[in-house]
C-alpha cells in the first residue's frame, strides 16, 4: 500500500464519521509498532490538504526502559511532528510488583491514563489511536466469546472524565494493507519487549478470524459490515451526505 491509498482511506473514515474539525489538536498514541507508524504518517499528510485545519502531537508512552526510540524521534524530526516520551515504570508495576495473570488490561488502562493526561497537558482537544478494521472485528469476536456482548470500537468516543475526544481514523485500512505500507515505508518498528506478547486473547482470536476467513472468503468483511450496519449502543451515524 503506498501513502495516497492509506490517506484516501483515513480520511473517508475521517469524512464518514465527522472526526477531525478546524482547530483541532490531536495527541497521536505511538507504541513503535506498524498501527501507530502509519497513524502518524496518515495525520500528518492528511493535514497538508484537509479543509479542516488541524494539528498534531505524537506521544509514546514508554512501558519498559529498555526499547530503544531513538528511530522514532528521528521520524518524527523529519516529519516535523513534535514528539514526547513519556517514562514511566508501568511495565515493573503489571509484571514484576502485580505480577498480573491477565496483565494486558491493566497495562492499558495505565497506558491510556498516562498518555490523556499527557495529551491534555499539550492542550490536545483529541487523541487517535491506530486501531485498523481487524482490530474492530476481533474486538467484536472477544466481546462476543468472553463478554457475550455484540460490541467492538467506535468510530470516535468521547471521554468526559478528560475532556477529551477519541478518534480512530484507520478504521478502514485492513492490517495486511499496513503491513504493506510498514515494508514499502521502511518504517522504523520498535521490537516490543513485552513478555505478553503472541501470548493473548487478542492473539487467539486473531487466529480465529484467519482461519474463518481463510475457509469462508470474504468472512472477515462480512463481520465488518455487521459492525457498522449493527447499530451498537454508541456507535455514532455517519455525517450526512456519507451515508
Same mark, same amino acid.
Given at each position: 500500500?503506498?501513502?495516497?491509498?492509506?490517506?484516501? &482511506? +483515513?480520511?473517508?473514515?475521517?469524512?464518514?464519521?465527522?472526526?477531525?474539525?478546524?482547530?483541532?489538536?490531536?495527541?497521536?498514541? *505511538?507504541?513503535?509498532?506498524?498501527?501507530?507508524?502509519?497513524?502518524?504518517?496518515?495525520?500528518?499528510?492528511?493535514?497538508? $490538504?484537509?479543509?479542516?485545519? $488541524?494539528? *498534531?502531537?505524537?506521544?509514546?508512552?514508554?512501558?519498559? #526502559?529498555?526499547?530503544?526510540?531513538?528511530?522514532?524521534?528521528?521520524?518524527?524530526?523529519?516529519?516535523?511532528?513534535?514528539?514526547?516520551?513519556?517514562?514511566? =515504570?508501568?511495565?515493573?508495576?503489571?509484571?514484576?510488583?502485580?505480577?498480573?495473570?491477565? !496483565?494486558?488490561?491493566?497495562?492499558? #488502562?495505565?497506558?491510556?491514563?498516562?498518555?490523556?493526561?499527557?495529551? #491534555?497537558?499539550?492542550?490536545?482537544?483529541?487523541?487517535?489511536?491506530?486501531?485498523?478494521?481487524?482490530?474492530?472485528?476481533?474486538?467484536?469476536?472477544?466481546?462476543?466469546? @468472553?463478554?457475550?456482548?455484540?460490541?467492538?470500537?467506535?468510530?470516535?468516543?468521547?471521554?468526559?472524565?478528560?475532556?477529551?475526544?477519541? *478518534? %480512530?481514523?484507520?478504521? &478502514?485500512?485492513? =492490517?495486511?494493507?499496513?503491513?504493506?505500507? #510498514?515494508?514499502? &515505508?521502511?518504517?522504523?518498528?520498535?521490537?516490543? !519487549?513485552?513478555?505478553?506478547?503472541?501470548?493473548?486473547?487478542?492473539? @487467539?482470536?486473531?487466529?480465529?478470524? %484467519?482461519?474463518? +476467513?481463510? =475457509?469462508?472468503?470474504?468472512?472477515?468483511?462480512?463481520?465488518?459490515?455487521?459492525?457498522?450496519?449493527?447499530? *451498537?449502543?454508541?456507535?455514532?451515524?455517519?455525517?450526512?451526505?456519507? %451515508?
Amino acid at each position: 500500500m503506498n501513502l495516497q491509498k492509506l490517506l484516501s &482511506y +483515513t480520511r473517508r473514515a475521517v469524512d464518514d464519521y465527522g472526526m477531525i474539525e478546524s482547530g483541532d489538536k490531536i495527541a497521536v498514541g *505511538i507504541s513503535g509498532g506498524k498501527d501507530s507508524l502509519a497513524l502518524l504518517y496518515a495525520l500528518n499528510g492528511l493535514k497538508r $490538504f484537509y479543509p479542516n485545519p $488541524f494539528t *498534531i502531537e505524537a506521544i509514546t508512552v514508554s512501558v519498559f #526502559k529498555e526499547m530503544d526510540l531513538t528511530p522514532i524521534k528521528a521520524l518524527c524530526e523529519e516529519l516535523n511532528v513534535p514528539y514526547t516520551v513519556i517514562s514511566t =515504570e508501568i511495565g515493573e508495576i503489571v509484571f514484576k510488583e502485580r505480577k498480573e495473570e491477565n !496483565p494486558c488490561s491493566l497495562c492499558a #488502562k495505565m497506558r491510556k491514563g498516562a498518555f490523556n493526561e499527557q495529551a #491534555k497537558a499539550l492542550g490536545c482537544n483529541k487523541v487517535a489511536y491506530a486501531h485498523h478494521k481487524d482490530d474492530i472485528v476481533e474486538t467484536m469476536l472477544m466481546s462476543l466469546i @468472553y463478554e457475550g456482548r455484540f460490541h467492538s470500537f467506535s468510530p470516535y468516543t468521547y471521554l468526559d472524565r478528560m475532556d477529551l475526544t477519541v *478518534i %480512530r481514523p484507520l478504521m &478502514y485500512v485492513p =492490517e495486511a494493507d499496513i503491513i504493506g505500507f #510498514k515494508n514499502q &515505508y521502511h518504517l522504523p518498528v520498535c521490537k516490543n !519487549p513485552c513478555p505478553a506478547d503472541g501470548h493473548t486473547r487478542r492473539e @487467539y482470536v486473531k487466529n480465529v478470524v %484467519r482461519t474463518l +476467513t481463510t =475457509e469462508n472468503p470474504g468472512a472477515k468483511e462480512r463481520m465488518f459490515t455487521a459492525i457498522v450496519n449493527g447499530k *451498537i449502543p454508541g456507535w455514532p451515524e455517519k455525517t450526512p451526505g456519507n %451515508r
